[in-house]
Structure formats: C-alpha cells, structure tokens
C-alpha cells in the first residue's frame, strides 16, 4: 500500500475563516511533506516533519501552520488567508529523511480557493 | 544551488509511438539520485521512474527509460509504446546527494505530455 490520502479534496474558504487540511499515510514513513502547487508549475516545498519534529520551515507565513500528531497524521492549519494562497496543496511521505534514495508519495491534494 | 532545467514546456505524441522528454540539472555533487514525477488530471504526483547517479545502468520501468548523460548532466525520459494514459505533466526532479542527511526534491518547471488517439 503507498497511499497518501489528503481531505478535503476541495475547499472554499473566506479570508476571515480557520481552516484544516488533513493527510494521513500507513506505510510506516517516518517523514512527511507539505507542498504548494500554483496551476501550471511545480511543487513548492513548505515543510518537511521527520519523526515528528519539524525539520524544516521554507520562509512560510505564519497564517499557515503545520501539526504533526502522531507518525501517520500531518495537517496544516489555515487562518487569515489571501486570496493569492489558493493553489493546490500537496502532502507526501518517505521511509525517513536521512538520504536522498527516498521515495516520496504524494497524496491526491487538497485544492484550495480563498475568496 | 541545484537547478534543473525542461525546455520543453508541452510535447505531443500519437498513440503507440514514441517521445523523448528532456531534463538537465546542475549540481556540484558526484553521488546523487534522480527522478521523474508524472502528475496527470488526477492531480496525484506518481513517480516513473529513479536513477542512482552511481549507478552507469540506466534505469528501465516497463515502457519508461531514462538516457542518463552525468557528464553532460543530462537526464531525458522515454516513452515507448505512448498510451492515452500516459497524458499528463512530467516533472524531473533532482533528489540531492546519496549520502545527505536530509535533502529536498528540486523539481523543474514540467513537460506538458498530450497523446494523440
């Protein structure tokens, strides 16, 4: 099983609103991902979690805020959006961050409009 | 910085036939690894296909293979046999040096795939 499994698949959300995106993975991976995808270009990287600790944050706005439960749980928390954060919201897993050999999967996404 | 470079902002092919996607990366390490991403209207990002740049083999995944240049830090795709779902956005991404203790995906900017019936 390499599931990656993101819900909402789709959510509509004023600026005013607080929001969640869920990802869950069972394939024991002990790194997980958060990436923006604007239409028409590639991922951009936000956070990387390894063993549940936050690794590493790329510059990202404070209005969004990422939460590692447990090892198979990642969400990201949205607060106070601008309508130039909607775009396509990506989360993926690996076996573990050290060594770049790991594969990443990717869940489905969660698109995402800020009115 | 690594970078990784597609020239080719959307290709076409006829069903059957085959095409051949580029990629070209810049890095300064020797021992790294290398990928292609398909992300079709499904949204999902699913890998194609892995190269080990130690490794002189290119790699292989049924209709999917690689021309792996390091020299030339050259890395193109193939697709034999083009099938309608085969349709989709091809990233290359460039995976970071083998023995790193963490390393990020750099993708370049996509090859937009359309084949023909």
């Known amino acids: 099983d390499t599931e990656v499994t993101q819900t909402p698949k789709h959510l509509v959300m004023g600026m005013t609103n607080k929001k969640s995106l869920k990802c869950e993975q069972h394939m024991g991976h002990r790194a997980m991902y958060w990436y923006k995808q604007k239409a028409k270009k590639p991922p951009e990287l936000m956070f990387v979690y390894s063993y549940e600790k936050l690794s590493i944050n790329e510059s990202v706005p404070s209005r969004f805020s990422p939460e590692c439960p447990n090892s198979s749980l990642l969400n990201l928390h949205l607060h106070a959006l601008q309508p130039e954060d909607s775009a396509l919201y990506l989360c993926?897993?690996?076996?573990?961050?050290?060594?770049?050999?790991?594969?990443?999967?990717f869940g489905a996404g969660t698109r995402l409009s800020v009115l | 910085a690594q970078t990784v470079t597609q020239s080719q902002p959307e290709m076409s092919v006829q069903e059957a036939e085959t095409v051949t996607l580029s990629c070209t990366y810049d890095t300064s390490e020797s021992d790294y690894y290398l990928f292609w991403y398909k992300q079709p209207p499904s949204r999902q990002m699913i890998l194609v296909i892995r190269?080990?740049?130690?490794?002189?083999q290119n790699a292989t995944e049924n209709r999917f293979s690689v021309n792996f240049q390091k020299a030339a830090k050259s890395f193109s795709l193939k697709i034999s046999d083009s099938q309608l779902g085969d349709a989709a956005m091809y990233f290359c991404?460039?995976?970071?040096?083998?023995?790193?203790?963490?390393?990020?995906?750099?993708f370049g900017t996509g090859t937009r795939l359309a084949v023909r019936p």
């Open positions: 991404a460039y995976g970071g040096e083998r023995k790193s203790s963490g390393d990020k995906l750099t």
């Open positions: 190269q080990e740049a130690y490794k002189q």
């Open positions: 993926a897993s690996s076996r573990t961050y050290r060594g770049s050999k790991n594969i990443q999967y």
